[in-house]
């Protein structure tokens, strides 16, 4: 069931009928009013100066980081950007090489008979490093040099003929001019005059022959030293020598293997000839130059710094890359050294005199680039950089900087802070 509603005002006067007009009563219910009007004033007037308190505070406290931040200048390390000449470390990956390296190969078929040397052992030139088995080629020889007795005696038994073809040739000669004589007195008649003349023709031809046939037997003798000649080389082949002083760096094969022409059987090295290659990028080319000093250190001994001075430069770059060789040759070797080894190098290069360089510790990263906080009228403003090479504690800057800025250090810096350098720059 639902129920009027009551007001207080209701509530009193039906109050007030049931029991009468009391003056008290209304005194009190004035009382209480009024001093609930009175509280509501005030805590409306409190709340408002508790308001009007925190936005002063706030303002305060608004102005006074607006002053500490952008108006008091704060006193930081800075460096001077001034052009001059350094020097550089241009470093890269190296790789142990040579420029005096051979395999050595058979060059005849044939098993493997013996082997004199072994891997790291340090060989001379001429020294015999294996052998082959060359009992075959011997065999050869051996008739070779029979075929060329046979040859010489064929040549003895033509220059016999020969001569006695010259002696016929002459008496065939003398019969002829004799009877020409005597025909003139009528003693010799004119056909034996004719048949001499035939005769001294046969004479002759028989002559030639037997000097074509000298000539063809001198030509045997040739072919048959000819022959042993190459088959002498054969068996010499069989013995591998060493062609340079150098130390074995590779055996690939084993004694009682059947070698064929070609077949790789060890690799020599000259360590006299020890380079370490590296690569580095093209935009540097113009700054390399034979003759500069580097820095060699050895992934097996990275403590050890070997110096090192550049002897090649390739005149081809990588297409895909763009980078360069450069062979240095270094001034030793650690105990330990392979080809292929890994090293770092570090090339001395020198930068131009117009070159602008400032300190590592100075160059911050924003975005993921790299640049510099540079002090221009009293506020520290960003500035991105374009790097170029590392020399030591320095960092070249292409763009970004001229000379004379002022850059300051990165740490805790913000975008408009007022700073202050002091005494001279650096």
Not at 189 to 210: C, F, K, M, P
Not at 238 to 246: E, R, T
Not at 291 to 308: C, E, H, L, M, Y
Request: charged fraction near 25%; proline fraction near 5%.
């Amino acid at each position: 069931m639902n129920r009027p509603f009551r007001t207080a005002a209701t509530h009193a006067s039906d109050v007030e009928g049931r029991r009468g007009h009391d003056p008290r009563i209304d005194s009190s219910v004035e009382d209480r009013r009024y001093r609930a009007s009175i509280d509501g004033i005030e805590r409306r007037q409190f709340r408002k100066t508790k308001i009007a308190i925190a936005i002063c505070l706030i303002l305060v406290l608004s102005a006074a980081g607006v002053v500490y931040f952008f108006v008091v200048p704060s006193t930081v390390p800075h460096y001077a950007v001034t052009p001059g000449s350094v020097v550089v470390e241009m470093t890269g990956p190296g790789i142990v090489d040579a420029t005096n390296k051979v395999t050595i190969t058979s060059r005849i078929p044939g098993f493997l008979n013996s082997i004199s040397v072994d891997r790291n052992d340090l060989v001379t030139a001429g020294q015999a490093l294996a052998e082959l088995d060359a009992k075959d080629i011997e065999s050869e020889l051996e008739g070779a040099l029979a075929d060329v007795d046979v040859a010489k005696s064929a040549v003895v038994e033509a220059m016999g003929n020969r001569a006695k073809a010259k002696a016929a040739l002459d008496k065939a000669n003398s019969d002829l001019v004799r009877r020409r004589g005597l025909s003139t007195s009528g003693i010799v008649s004119q056909v034996e005059v004719d048949t001499l003349e035939i005769a001294v023709q046969q004479a002759t031809a028989e002559y030639d022959r037997s000097a074509a046939v000298e000539e063809g037997a001198r030509a045997h003798v040739r072919v048959a030293s000819a022959k042993v000649g190459v088959l002498q080389h054969k068996r010499n082949e069989a013995q591998i020598l060493s062609p340079l002083n150098g130390v074995v760096v590779s055996r690939d094969r084993n004694v009682g293997d059947l070698l064929t022409a070609g077949i790789q059987l060890f690799q020599l090295v000259d360590p006299k000839s020890i380079v370490i290659s590296t690569r580095l990028d093209e935009s540097i080319m113009g700054l390399i130059e034979p003759g500069q000093s580097a820095k060699v250190r050895f992934t097996s001994d990275p403590i050890q710094a070997i110096n090192a001075k550049v002897v090649r430069i390739s005149r081809t770059v990588d297409p895909e890359t763009r980078e360069f060789m450069i062979e240095l040759s270094p001034d030793g070797l650690p105990r330990n050294w392979a080809l292929g080894q890994r090293a770092f190098v570090a090339i001395d290069v020198f930068l131009p005199p117009e070159t602008l360089v400032v300190p590592l510790a100075f160059v911050a990263r924003r975005d993921g680039r790299a640049g510099v906080w540079r002090r221009v009228l009293g506020r520290a403003i960003w500035a991105p950089i374009e790097a170029g090479a590392v020399s030591g504690k320095y960092l070249q800057v292409l763009h970004g900087v001229a000379p004379g800025d002022v850059i300051l250090d990165p740490r805790g810096r913000y975008t408009f802070e007022a700073v202050a350098i002091e005494g001279s720059l650096k």
